[in-house]
T-cell receptor, first 111, second 115 residues
Framework: DVKVTQSSRYLVKRTGEKVFLECVQDMDHENMFWYRQDPGLGLRLIYF???????EKGDIPEGYSVSREKKERFSLILESASTNQTSMYLCASRPYYQPQHFGDGTRLSIL | DQQVKQNSPSLSVQEGRISILNCDYT??????FLWYKKYPAEGPTFLISISSIKDKNEDGRFTVFLNKSAKHLSLHIVPSQPGDSAVYFC??????????????FGRGTQLTVWP
């Protein structure tokens, strides 16, 4: 069974802090994704990666960066956290020709 | 601009009845469509999908219908159960064989099934 693990379920940070959200998958998937989910806005793609050290901007990359140094790990970085980045963050991975599998999410609050 | 639209933010259905969730898309390059279900405090889970070469796909109580000419798909749940109460997301991609696998999601429909 596919396992996508996000390092924290809940996180509280302060404005201006640099925040790291970690995601690990155990199935050797090439593609990995970061989304945020906000009420009434659905799932919006922040960044995705189709291989190690590769990254592509999604629809809302401003204020975020990503890192993929190893195939199993995809990190989302908030360079200088702001209150409008308070959200549910979801990581997903997928092998070729298969649907994306999601982690359980990180509820991030920026105070 | 949203390429996948779910125009009903909520739907309320009695247990045992049919639930019909609708989704429209604008990009004619989309050729693979999925439905995900999401409970609070959990990640979305894949429910059912359909390729553009088909117009119907069935899996137990869940059936997805695709009308390519109308750029419309729907998810039917029969019979609906209280455990089906969740947010349902419609998603689409262009090129199922693409190595990128990027999905475009709708905003979701909250389904409530009451006893």
């Amino acid at each position: 069974d596919v396992k996508v693990t996000q390092s924290s379920r809940y996180l509280v940070k302060r404005t201006g802090e640099k925040v790291f959200l970690e995601c690990v998958q155990d199935m050797d998937h090439e593609n990995m994704f970061w989304y945020r989910q906000d009420p009434g806005l659905g799932l919006r793609l922040i960044y995705f990666s189709y291989d190690v050290k590769m990254k592509e901007k999604g629809d809302i990359p401003e204020g975020y960066s990503v890192s993929r140094e190893k195939k199993e790990r995809f990190s989302l970085i908030l360079e200088s956290a702001s209150t409008n980045q308070t959200s549910m963050y979801l990581c997903a991975s997928r092998p070729y020709y298969q649907p994306q599998h999601f982690g359980d999410g990180t509820r991030l609050s920026i105070l | 601009d949203q390429q996948v639209k779910q125009n009903s933010p909520s739907l309320s259905v009695q247990e045992g009845r049919i639930s019909i969730l609708n989704c429209d898309y604008t990009n004619s390059m989309f050729d693979y469509f999925l439905w995900y279900k999401k409970y609070p405090a959990e990640g979305p889970t894949f429910l059912i999908s359909i390729s553009s070469i088909k117009d119907k796909n069935e899996d137990g109580r869940f059936t997805v219908f695709l009308n390519k000419s109308a750029k419309h798909l729907s998810l039917h749940i029969v019979p609906s159960q209280p455990g089906d109460s969740a947010v349902y997301f419609c998603a689409a991609s262009a090129g199922r064989g693409s190595t990128l696998g990027r999905l475009y999601f709708g905003r979701g429909t909250q389904l409530t099934v009451w006893p």
